[in-house]
């Protein structure tokens, strides 16, 4: 009986879930592929602040794929006044170069700057896309604490 009640909610949660059209791939959301890119952020911050730069190499090359499917899965979004498709390569592609220039030197200060300056276009985006109640910071702590960020020796 107690599988029962479980396994019929779960079917019923499941159902409810945007399904594809038969023949069209699925396409994660806009707020899905965004929590992907704020996992990438924390991610690339840990790396760099270990000083592992390969790691942080790596969640920069995901954080520029992931803005490029958004931008070419959801080129707009309802309510916006800012097209993704325009806000994020105005926005984000100088932050990202000069993060790639500091991860390619291995200069922890300047990665620091611009791991700012990336989080400042973040929250900038945010605002200009009427998401400003979405605001994004530094983190404080590690929230992957199965992962080592520190470079291996």
């Known amino acids: ?25 699925y396409v994660p959301g806009l707020g899905e592929m965004m929590t992907l890119q704020q996992m990438r952020h924390v991610k690339l911050w840990l790396a760099g602040e270990a000083g592992n730069w390969e790691l942080a190499g790596y969640e920069l090359d995901e954080i520029g794929e992931g803005f490029d499917d958004i931008v070419k899965f959801h080129p707009t979004h309802k309510d916006s006044p800012v097209a993704p498709k325009d806000a994020i390569p105005r926005m984000v592609t100088e932050p990202v170069k000069e993060l790639r220039a500091a991860v390619d030197k291995k200069d922890a200060r300047a990665f620091a700057a611009a791991y700012d300056a990336l989080t400042a276009a973040c929250n900038n985006c945010h605002q200009a896309t009427n998401f400003g109640f979405n605001k994004v910071q530094k983190p404080s702590n590690n929230p992957y604490p199965n992962q080592l960020f520190a470079p291996a020796r």
């Open 1 to 25: 009986m107690v599988a029962v009640a479980l396994i019929v909610p779960c079917s019923l949660a499941a159902s409810c879930g945007r399904q594809p059209a038969a023949g069209e791939a």
